[in-house]
């Protein structure tokens, strides 16, 4: 088994379409298996998606002098010539199963993902794949993983690092507003929390990076920490000063910041939150479910600091996959912020089960769905019992509530509010008339339609 | 010191006999009266302080005069780096036996050690047999628990030790560092029997070696970033040629995105058939969490190959909040410290589990009293090292409950 299989230019595509058009004319048979990694919703197929699935298909290949071919579009094509009717090699045989359970945590409906046709009977199915892929040999997306090779990653974390550092950070930040959706009839739309955080796009461009923060997961939690160190003090020095950033603001809904259990436990927050005690404001902290993983022990204790100190502590990036391997429930946070996915949407198998079972235990009251960009993820997260939401589409309902309550909306479009609601500078806020109710911790009252 | 002398030293200890030979040896030499002279040297007291690599160096240089002398053997009495050592001859060589023991005296003395025992001894058997035995049993007492693995010491690596380290990493002969350790089963009779091995970088002489004033695991996050540079390490390794052929059931230690790497895919096709199913591949928690399709996809992959799998590095608090049932690995390394000591039930089935790190009989006492048959450690190093052959591990008499997983298909 070796590295994963490169575009050939379209050589292997037309290799198949020759293959076909010859088991058409002479009816030899032969067993195609097409492994449709194409088909996969991003962010898949990974490399190492297609790597693992080419070295098993070539492999077959070379135990029953087949061939594989390596479709650019990303897909997969194993060739077995002389197999007959239902017969087969059973490793073969075994291979459609096995890819679909590998791919299923990546892809809705993993059995879909492998057609296997036999020749010449199914003749018809593979000309009309391989002609399609003839005449469009499109090229793979090349995944993140594959932009960012190891040995480059640390250098990309220091300059990130470094930016972070830099002069004028505020113009890196991005804050999200969770909201509360209330029942009822008009379902009003009450903000919650606001979460400031630096911005990976905007990172990377003011260090002059393509991108890679999140090539590695692990130098990224390192990156975290540096951030949200450099983010405490930020915030420690725009105390009193009004603003998205000030988290001592009257109106505004509690400010939320990420933290390591280290600077969670640290003087530096202690001082903060207790300032903002003084001002009569909540702050927030959010912990990130592998922080906490990290030191279960350390979590507990500094969960319990928190709770002593009034401060909501809130357990992040929990996913529908780490809620079925982690007891989440069992952190015992205030809040649990699910991350959004469209697998949620449509779960299958174990993963499913596990899943709904954690969120039981967590309990519906205390989900934040998070990336709630969309109406389908509103609509799932309703149809659990979820009333907390942080996203894009949450940003838009509670842009729509403002434009809803302010005199001078007019003018306004809803793009424009929700940027400038999510803007951490007075430039990206600086065209709102009516610049408080951007931090307005309540809905306003709507006001009456203006004669025209 | 030159190169010259890390050669021989490798060489040396390639050639070693281990502790239960030197038992027979002595068994022997009572029994038929056989004259033999002993130089026991003995490191593991010492502080670490006093046993840097280039002390070990020049002890071993000490003792290499005595290997020339009639019949000489020499015995490892453990596999640790800091190993205690026994030089066996028949007679003379009493000019080279002076001088290595004022080599070795002057060495320790210089290096402020003050301890009561000598750190070498010479003596005779068969007459002082039972002196003899008695030091190798207080050689091989246990020693204090073994420090906390996340109870680091030192500077903590940055970004750009870490990138220095890796580069170094790149160019060391890392079969140096290479270190063995059995994982046992206990039977109700309180014999431990190996089941296998696990390989293992030791991390303190990497440490020691390649970046002496850090501490590689005091920054969590890189470290475990560096982790992925020990595993292509030690699957080049494991691939070299002829390194496998008489290996038996075994188990590393690997990141997701190693089993998912060339080198990993590399070091599965050329595995020898016997081997197929007797791997055992410890993944660390974190690992799991931080990129979970990943981690599912490279299980799934493992167990169509016939791995085994399980999640190492688990503390008594992460056994809470981590069920071994929702990950479907087959079993669980949990690492020995006094608060586990302070658990009373077990969260998971406990013939899933390996009580590893045990270094005191309250260790194996606490495991035993709950139903741990699995342990790994110093005091598992007692009673028979005969390497196990691969089909043993296949037909599991001596492992109680060890789960199969998945019915893997074959590929």
Redesign the interface.
Known sequence: ????PAPSGGEHEQALLDMARRASRQGTPALVLVLRLSAMPPPAP?P??R??AG??LR??AQHHAGQMLAMGCGDLVLILPGVQGASGP??AA??P??FA??????APDSERIVSVWRLPEAVGDVLAYATERAIEPAAAPVAEDARFP?TDQ??T??RL?GAAFGEGPADMLRRQTAVLLLPGKTGSVVPLFSELAFSMPSLEARAGLPGGARA????F??LA?RLDQRLLGIIGDSLGEGGPLDATLRDAPPLHLNMSLQTAASSVFERLAEQCRAAGKGVGVEIA??EA?????RY?VVRDRLAASGVCLVLDNV?H??A????VG??AADLVKLDWSPRMAAPSG??AA?FEAALDRIGAGRVVLNHADTETAIRWGLGRGIRRYQGRHAEAMLAASRMAGCPWSGGCELRQCLERGTATTPAARQFCRNPDLLDRAAPPAAVEARAA | MSAVHGTAEHALAQGAEDADALLRLIRESQAAGISRNVLLVRLSPLPSSMTRPHHVRLVWSAVEPLLRADRARLFRLSDERVADLAVVWRGGAEQALAHCLLVLERLFTDSGWSGTSPVAEAMLLPGEADRLLAAIASASAPPAADPEPDDPQGLALDTVALATLEARLARADMSRFARRRDVCALDPRGRFAPQWERRYFSLTEIGETLIPDRSLRADPWLFRRLTRTFDARMLALLSARGELDDAGPFSISLNVASILSPAFLHFDANLPNPLRGAILLELHPADMLADPSAFLFARDFARARHYRLGLHGVSADLLEVLPLSSSGLDLLLLRWSAALGRVERLASDPSLIVLDGVSTDEAIGWGRARGIALFCGRLALRGARAPLSASAWQNPAGLRGLALGEAAAPT
């Open positions: 088994m070796s590295e994963q990974r190492h998606h790597r693992i070295a098993m492999e077959v059973q490793d075994l291979l199963e096995i359970r590998l791919v299923r945590a990546d190891e640390i250098c974390i220091e690092s590695d997961p692990f130098l939690r390192w920490g479910l592998i993983c990290g030191d279960p022990r507990h996913s996959l780490t079925g391997l982690a007891d069992g952190f174990a993963e596990l």
